[in-house]
């Protein structure tokens, strides 16, 4: 992953999965059935959050390019 990529999949998967809890609550009793899906595409951004690299990875490559220093070796 490139230092400038971890910012924008930061934040769009950390929105993502705020507007699917959102919608999970403004849909109340419905948010859970299979009418209606925020809950699966909900852990299916978990799993892109695993799969593509925890925020806290993220985190620390934006850190070690703002700072020039590695958190972690």
Do not use: D, Q, W
Not at 18 to 27: P, Q
């Amino acid at each position: 992953m490139t230092v400038t990529a971890a910012p924008p999949k930061l934040n769009n998967v950390r929105e993502a999965l705020a507007i699917a809890r959102e919608c999970r609550t403004l849909l109340g009793g419905s948010g859970i059935t299979l009418e209606y899906s925020p809950l699966r595409h909900a852990n299916n951004l978990e799993s892109v959050l695993t799969y593509e690299g925890t925020s806290e990875m993220h985190m620390l490559s934006i850190g070690r390019a703002l700072t020039g220093h590695a958190a972690f070796r």
